[in-house]
C-alpha cells in the first residue's frame, strides 16, 4: 500500500468519525484539539480531563484490536526480517503501533538516517502539521465564515489529514494526536517491545509526538481566533449604505 492510499484512508476514516460523533461530543478525536479549543474556541474546561481520558482509553483499545486481526502477518514480516521484539531494529515492526522518526517505512533505522532528521526539526513538523490541522477545523466550522458548510466539514477535515499525512509523513509517521500515538505506543510497549517504544527517539516520543502537536494545535487555534475570524467577521458584515 502506497502512502497516499494510507492518506486517504486516514481521510476517510476521520471524516466517517466526524460525521457519527460531532452531534454526540464536538467530533473530538485529537487531545490537541480539545485542548485548543478549551484555550480559544469556548470548550468547557471542566470536561477536557474526561475528552483527555477517552481518547486514550480508545486509542489504546484500538491498538490492542490489531494483533487480532493482522498478528499473524506481523509474525511473519518479523520472522522474515529477523527481528526480535524489544531489541534494535523491531522499530520496524513496533511503527504500526507508535511513531518513530525518520519514519522507519518498515525498515531497521541506521544511525545515518536518524541523523538524518534531528529532534527539533521532527518537533517543528508535528507542530507546524497539528496548526494547519486547526486552522482548517475552526475555519471549516466558523459560522462567521461564508465558505462554511456543515454538510463538507468532515470532508474539509478529512482531505486536510490526508494532505499533511501525504506531505509529512515520510518524516515522523504524521501522528498530529497525541493520544493515537501514546495508546498504542503504550500498547506496544506491553505486546512484546518493551521500553524500545520509549527509548529509540530518547526523549522525542513526547516532545515529538506529544508536546509538538499539543503546541500546533493552540498556535493553530490562535491563529484562527486572531487573525481569521475577525476577517470572516469583517467580509460576512453588511456593507454600510
Not at 511513531?99 to 507546524?128: H, I, Y
Request: proline share 6%.
Amino acid at each position: 500500500m502506497g502512502l497516499f492510499q494510507v492518506a486517504i484512508v486516514w481521510g476517510i476514516g476521520i471524516a466517517l468519525a466526524i460525521h457519527l460523533t460531532a452531534s454526540l461530543s464536538g467530533a473530538h478525536l485529537n487531545p490537541a484539539v480539545t485542548l485548543a479549543m478549551a484555550a480559544f474556541g469556548g470548550f468547557e474546561k471542566r470536561l477536557v480531563p474526561g475528552y483527555l481520558l477517552i481518547q486514550l482509553v480508545a486509542a489504546f483499545t484500538a491498538a490492542a484490536v490489531l494483533p487480532l486481526l493482522f498478528g499473524s502477518a506481523l509474525q511473519t514480516f518479523e520472522t522474515t526480517h529477523g527481528l526480535i521484539r524489544g531489541e534494535p531494529g523491531s522499530e520496524a515492526s513496533a511503527m504500526i503501533y507508535g511513531e518513530f522518526f525518520p519514519n522507519p517505512g518498515g525498515k531497521a533505522l541506521d544511525q545515518v538516517t536518524r541523523e538524518s532528521l534531528p529532534l527539533w526539526r521532527a518537533c517543528l513538523v508535528e507542530m507546524t502539521g497539528t496548526a494547519i490541522l486547526l486552522v482548517a477545523i475552526c475555519g471549516l466550522t466558523d459560522e462567521s465564515n461564508k465558505g462554511h458548510s456543515p454538510v463538507l466539514t468532515a470532508a474539509g477535515i478529512g482531505l486536510t489529514v490526508t494532505i499533511l499525512i501525504s506531505l509529512l509523513a515520510p518524516l515522523t509517521q504524521g501522528a498530529f494526536n497525541p493520544a493515537r500515538d501514546l495508546g498504542p505506543r503504550v500498547f506496544s510497549s506491553l505486546a512484546g517491545w518493551k521500553s524500545l517504544p520509549f527509548t529509540f527517539n530518547g526523549q522525542g516520543w513526547w516532545l515529538v509526538y506529544i508536546l509538538g502537536p499539543m503546541l500546533g494545535g493552540m498556535i493553530g487555534a490562535a491563529a484562527h481566533r486572531y487573525l481569521l475570524a475577525p476577517a470572516y467577521r469583517r467580509a460576512s458584515a453588511p456593507a454600510e449604505a
